[in-house]
T-cell receptor
Framework: DADVTQTPRNRITKTGKRIMLECSQTKGHDRMYWYRQDPGLGLRLIYYSFDVKDINKGEISDGYSVSRQAQAKFSLSLESAIPNQTALYFC??????????FGPGTRLTVL | ELKVEQNPLFLSMQEGKNYTIYCNYSTTSDRLYWYRQDPGKSLESLFVLLSNGAVKQEGRLMASLDTKARLSTLHITAAVHDLSATYFCAVDIGGSNYQLIWGAGTKLIIKP
C-alpha cells in the first residue's frame, strides 16, 4: 500500500462549489503539506502543518483552508471554487529536516 | 525575495550523451533536494544534499552541492531514454519554519 494517499484522484466541479481534498499517510510523520502544481511554475506551498495543533499558511493560501484531523490526516478545502484553482494538488509528508514524500496527486478542474 | 532558478528549463538530448542541470538559489542554505517527476505522476525523491561539497550518485545521476556558490548540479552520464522526466530542485530555507523553495523544474527528453 502507498505511504501517502489522496482522494479523490480526479475531480471536476463548478465555480462556487465547495470541495474537499483528503490526504492520509502511514509514515508516522508529524509534518504534512499541501502543494499546488501548475505547468511551468513548479510547486507552490498552500498550507503546512508540523503537528495536529500547528497549521501555517504557505505562499498561496488565499481561497483555501485546511484541517488536520489527526497525525495521519490532512484535508484541503476550497470554500468556493474558481476556475483559476484548476491545477494538480499534491499532499506530502516528512520527518524534520528530511525529504518530503508525496501522494499521487489530485487533478482538479473547476468549470 | 527567495528564488531558486533551474536551467535549462527544457532539454532534449540524445541517448549516450552527458549533460548537467543547474540549480541556483538566492539564500543561504546547506540543505538541498532533488526530485524526479514522470508525466502525470507524483514526485519521487532522488537525492538529499546536506552540506557543502556533498556528492551523491545513483546509477547515471550524480548530484552535488556548493553552498558557497549557492549552486547544485545534477549530472547525467550516458543518458538513456528511461531518464526522461522533469527534475526539480528544492532548497530548505531553514529556521524554525521548515519550508522548501522549489525550482520551476527541468523537463528532460532523451531521444533514442
Amino acid at each position: 500500500d502507498a505511504d501517502v494517499t489522496q482522494t479523490p484522484r480526479n475531480r471536476i466541479t463548478k465555480t462556487g462549489k465547495r470541495i474537499m481534498l483528503e490526504c492520509s499517510q502511514t509514515k508516522g510523520h508529524d509534518r504534512m503539506y499541501w502543494y499546488r502544481q501548475d505547468p511551468g511554475l513548479g510547486l507552490r506551498l498552500i498550507y503546512y502543518s508540523f503537528d495536529v495543533k500547528d497549521i501555517n499558511k504557505g505562499e498561496i493560501s488565499d481561497g483555501y483552508s485546511v484541517s488536520r484531523q489527526a497525525q495521519a490526516k490532512f484535508s484541503l478545502s476550497l470554500e468556493s471554487a474558481i476556475p483559476n484553482q484548476t491545477a494538480l494538488y499534491f499532499c506530502a509528508t516528512s520527518a524534520p529536516g528530511d525529504t518530503q514524500y508525496f501522494g499521487p496527486g489530485t487533478r482538479l478542474t473547476v468549470l | 525575495e527567495l528564488k531558486v532558478e533551474q536551467n535549462p528549463l527544457f532539454l532534449s538530448m540524445q541517448e549516450g550523451k552527458n549533460y548537467t542541470i543547474y540549480c541556483n538559489y538566492s539564500t543561504t542554505s546547506d540543505r538541498l533536494y532533488w526530485y524526479r517527476q514522470d508525466p502525470g505522476k507524483s514526485l519521487e525523491s532522488l537525492f538529499v544534499l546536506l552540506s557543502n561539497g556533498a556528492v551523491k550518485q545513483e546509477g547515471r545521476l550524480m548530484a552535488s552541492l556548493d553552498t558557497k556558490a549557492r549552486l547544485s548540479t545534477l549530472h547525467i552520464t550516458a543518458a538513456v531514454h528511461d531518464l526522461s522526466a522533469t527534475y526539480f530542485c528544492a532548497v530548505d530555507i531553514g529556521g524554525s519554519n521548515y519550508q522548501l523553495i522549489w525550482g520551476a523544474g527541468t523537463k528532460l527528453i532523451i531521444k533514442p
